[in-house]
Antibody, heavy 125, light 106 residues
Framework: EVQLVESGGGLVKPGGSLRLSCAAS????????MKWVRQAPGKGLEGVSS????????YYADSVKGRFTISRDNAKNSLYLQMNSLRAEDTAVYYC??????????????????WGQGTLVTVSS | IQLTQSPSSLSASVGDRVTMTCRAS??????LAWYQQKPGKAPKLLIY???TLQSGVPSRFSGSGSGTDFTLTISSLQPEDFATYYC?????????FGQGTKLEIK
């Protein structure tokens, strides 16, 4: 059974740092890209960052570029998000999600097929 | 690519047929996914490639569309279907989400 379990959220002051972790099990972790998606209270979903299985390809949303760093340790089946210079607008539930892939005659599709339960990050003084 | 979902909220009764739409700001072929999110829970993948049902998703859910206009239809609403539904384009990075359609009990 695929499981993703996030940890590391909490209350932090503006300008502070936090490191989120996502422990994966039930699948070959290194074979999949992974993504962090966040959801501000009462708001919609926002893709934050993603990383390929070998860490060769990394993406950041403009809203976090230069402040957040995504990484993974395939030996530990773990995904991380280092968040620095946190702002009030970073307050959200952060989900890690597995990027799966499907192929048909039109090409490849990369939806998010498994999600963790989320960890809440609150940035407030 | 911007995705606009309509309506933003929808009231319906158990047994109703419900349709919601997702419009892309430019053509995305069939590179669209739909997710269901219940309060306090993570999103769940329902449909990808605009119309392909994810394994384990009930057949009362269906998706259609191509290019810029897409629909998610629930043929006969069940109590567990009341949730917020998000579309996501899978055509070009960043793979943006729509703002959601909240399906409420009438």
């Amino acid at each position: 059974e695929v499981q993703l379990v996030e940890s590391g959220g909490g209350l932090v002051k503006p300008g502070g740092s936090l490191r989120l972790s996502c422990a994966a099990s039930g699948f070959t972790f290194s074979s999949y890209s992974m993504k962090w998606v966040r959801q501000a209270p009462g708001k919609g979903l926002e893709g934050v960052s993603s990383i390929s299985g070998s860490s060769s390809y990394i993406y950041y949303a403009d809203s976090v570029k230069g402040r957040f760093t995504i990484s993974r340790d395939n030996a530990k089946n773990s995904l991380y998000l280092q968040m620095n210079s946190l702002r009030a607008e970073d307050t959200a539930v952060y989900y890690c999600a597995r990027v799966t892939y499907y192929y048909d005659s039109s090409g490849y599709y990369y939806p998010l097929d498994y999600w963790g339960q989320g960890t809440l990050v609150t940035v407030s003084s | 690519i911007q995705l606009t979902q309509s309506p933003s909220s929808l009231s319906a009764s158990v047994g109703d047929r419900v349709t919601m739409t997702c419009r892309a700001s430019q053509g995305i072929s069939s590179y669209l996914a739909w997710y269901q999110q219940k309060p306090g829970k993570a999103p769940k993948l329902l449909i990808y490639a605009a119309s392909t049902l994810q394994s384990g998703v009930p057949s009362r859910f269906s998706g259609s569309g191509s290019g810029t206009d897409f629909t998610l239809t629930i043929s006969s609403l069940q109590p567990e279907d009341f949730a917020t539904y998000y579309c996501q384009q899978l055509s070009s990075y960043p793979y943006t989400f729509g703002q959601g359609t909240k399906l409420e009990i009438k």
